[in-house]
């Protein structure tokens, strides 16, 4: 589902017109920090929930055959089977959500999780990860290759530049042609929100993002200074509210770390 080009014109101007209140996003995230978390069983149901929505993750420069194959199988057993075992979890088929590697090493991991008789998938960064500066052919080219090589997630990264200087036009237009080169395999946006400066551009770009047919969006790639913060998660949780009141469509957000992304359902 996305928002065609005729309706997004007259709805661009209304997301020009957004603007967050700061002070009302920091309060809220306070107030959600300051509650108490699960302790003893419900902790650890609430652990294993988490594990089943990490996209783990490799991007390194030294990735290789056998780094993504071992990686691959960490993501089919990630728990110990013997502590599994004493909360008698071993036979709830507990894995993460997905592997996650550069496009080179997609059909790496896709050849490990086959051999290993997983249906996991297998998510690719591509367009220009992490900074997404490369030509626009270059980075669909990236997109393409991945889902070729039998990715069946994408994740991509916005042009900043666009958001900084307010061309939401244009990067509605980038990520729709991402969507088309994606296929049937889904795409989340990274909306590198350490680098977007304020909680409006958050907004817009989250808003924008969705409307171009995103699956998901996601706070970063895990390289900028800032990656996660609360007061972001609020507002990125916000707009995928209003663009369910709006569309009657879910979209997905994801939180990423320096290691691993964390899928979380909608708030709707």
């Not at 700061?22 to 978390?37: D, F, H, N, W, Y």
């Not at 089919?76 to 996650?100: E, F, S």
């Not at 090493?105 to 008789?117: E, I, Q």
């Not at 960064?125 to 994408?154: K, Y």
């Amino acid at each position: 589902f996305y928002i065609p080009p005729d309706c997004w014109m007259s709805d661009l101007k209304k997301i020009c017109k957004v603007r967050v209140n700061p002070q009302s996003v920091l309060k809220r995230a306070q107030r959600i920090q300051g509650q108490k978390t699960p302790k003893k069983q419900w902790q650890t149901a609430w652990l294993l929930n988490a594990v089943t929505c990490i996209d783990l993750t490799t991007l390194a420069g030294d990735d290789t055959p056998s780094n993504v194959h071992r990686l691959s199988m960490k993501a089919i057993q990630p728990v110990r089977y013997d502590l599994l075992k004493k909360i008698d979890m071993h036979d709830k088929g507990i894995t993460t959500a997905a592997v996650c590697v550069y496009p080179s090493r997609v059909a790496d991991a896709v050849k490990s999780l086959k051999a290993a008789n997983s249906t996991l998938p297998v998510a690719s960064v591509a367009t220009g990860f992490p900074a997404g500066q490369t030509p626009l052919e270059t980075r669909l080219q990236e997109v393409r290759m991945a889902v070729a090589d039998g990715a069946a997630e994408i994740d991509i990264v916005i042009n900043r530049t666009l958001a900084l200087t307010g061309q939401w036009e244009a990067m509605y237009d980038e990520i729709r042609q991402f969507r088309e080169a994606c296929g049937d395999a889904h795409m989340k946006t990274i909306l590198a929100i350490g680098e977007l400066g304020t909680f409006t551009n958050v907004y817009k770009a989250s808003m924008v993002a969705m409307m171009a047919g995103s699956d998901f969006i996601k706070t970063s790639t895990g390289k900028e200074a800032v990656n996660a913060t609360y007061p972001v998660a609020i507002v990125m949780m916000r707009a995928i509210r209003d663009y369910f009141l709006y569309t009657g469509y879910k979209i997905y957000h994801q939180v990423t770390g320096q290691y691993a992304a964390y899928h979380e359902m909608p708030m709707a």
